[in-house]
């Protein structure tokens, strides 16, 4: 009987120390976990920044639609000029750069050409899955909240808004859940937001809440 004690006692304490570990590591492993989701979403939200940037150069405006920004991406193209040749040293000296530039296109010294450059081309590195641009990180096909519009300020100007944002809900999914409500609750009171954005409706701003 005591030998069955002495047994029993040990297994007490083994299942209790790795229980107290467990404690201990279980948050760690967490917050690790959360770091590398995070750090993949925000640089997902970069590049769909990056990609609304470049559209609102052509369009004057954000799109809502990732339809429509991966389509534009696809087909739409830059265009690139670039000077040919070279201004002579003397007339930069006796006439200034924009005079001497004039001066050398209009004789021919130097001459300017025109090319299309591929928008996604331009933005990302050659095989970059344009079609996944949409879909959060370390989810099932979650997509995105994004949504595109205008305000008018207190100065009477228009400004072109967007906002491009996941919830932890979503982006934490599987984790556990009583983690994830700390997690929130911190993140709530130190940027006001349960998740990862970038962008306002209600400002002119691009900024990301990660900056």
Do not use: C
């Amino acid at each position: 009987m005591r030998r069955v004690i002495q047994v029993l006692f040990v297994l007490i304490i083994i299942v209790l120390g790795y229980l107290i570990v467990e404690s201990i590591m279980e948050p760690i492993r967490f917050n690790q976990e959360v770091k590398v989701r995070e750090q993949s979403t925000i640089n997902r939200l970069i590049d769909i920044r990056d990609a609304q940037k470049a559209y609102k150069d052509v369009y004057r405006r954000f799109t809502g639609s990732f339809d429509t920004l991966i389509d534009f991406l696809s087909v739409d193209s830059f265009s690139v000029t670039k000077a040919i040749g070279e201004i002579p040293e003397e007339w930069l000296e006796e006439f200034g750069l924009e005079e001497a530039r004039a001066k050398a296109i209009k004789e021919g010294v130097i001459s300017r050409e025109t090319t299309k450059l591929s928008v996604k081309d331009s933005l990302f590195a050659a095989g970059y899955a344009i079609d996944s641009l949409r879909y959060v990180p370390f989810t099932e096909n979650v997509t995105f909240d994004m949504e595109s519009g205008e305000i008018l300020t207190s100065s009477n100007l228009i400004v072109q808004v967007i906002e491009v944002s996941v919830l932890y809900d979503h982006l934490l999914n599987g984790m556990d859940e009583q983690l994830i409500v700390n997690y929130k609750d911190e993140r709530m009171k130190m940027v006001g937001f349960e998740g990862v954005k970038f962008g306002s409706m209600e400002e002119g701003t691009l900024t990301g809440n990660w900056e």
